[in-house]
């Protein structure tokens, strides 16, 4: 019912920047939260930042300082400004929206390549 589309990633040198997009469509509750996880080869899936319907947001230790996350309620889209990226960044990068039904579902995107290096 839900489709999330992700898009802005690349190849980019250390120090630098990207922001990603993902847009969800279909039968989105109007309670839920979005956000960003990514997996590294090799890697467990980890979250990276996320945002309520609510406005509040919460980031992983790692990327902190480093990136801002942001939502348009209106267009059920969400972004990931990402700065100061290192190499240890590098990853899929998977959009995800958490909908607050009963019971709750969660959906995931295609995923978007982010590689940082000289």
């Known amino acids: 019912q839900v489709q999330l589309v992700e898009s802005g990633g690349g190849l980019v040198q250390p120090g630098g920047s990207l922001r990603l997009s993902c847009a969800a469509s279909?039968?989105?509750?109007?309670?839920?939260?979005m956000g960003w996880y990514r997996q590294a080869p090799g890697k467990e899936r980890e979250l990276v930042a996320a945002?309520?319907?609510?406005?509040?947001?919460n980031y992983a230790d790692s990327v902190k300082d480093r990136f801002t996350i942001s939502r348009e309620n209106a267009k059920n889209t969400i972004y990931l400004r990402m700065n100061s990226l290192k190499p240890e960044d590098t990853a899929v990068y998977y959009c995800?929206?958490?909908?607050?039904?009963?019971?709750?579902?969660?959906?995931w995107g295609q995923g978007t390549q982010v590689t940082v290096s000289s």
């Open positions: 279909g039968s989105i509750s109007s309670i839920n939260a």
């Open positions: 945002v309520s319907s609510g406005g509040s947001t």
């Open positions: 995800n929206l958490k909908q607050r039904t009963l019971p709750p579902r969660d959906y």
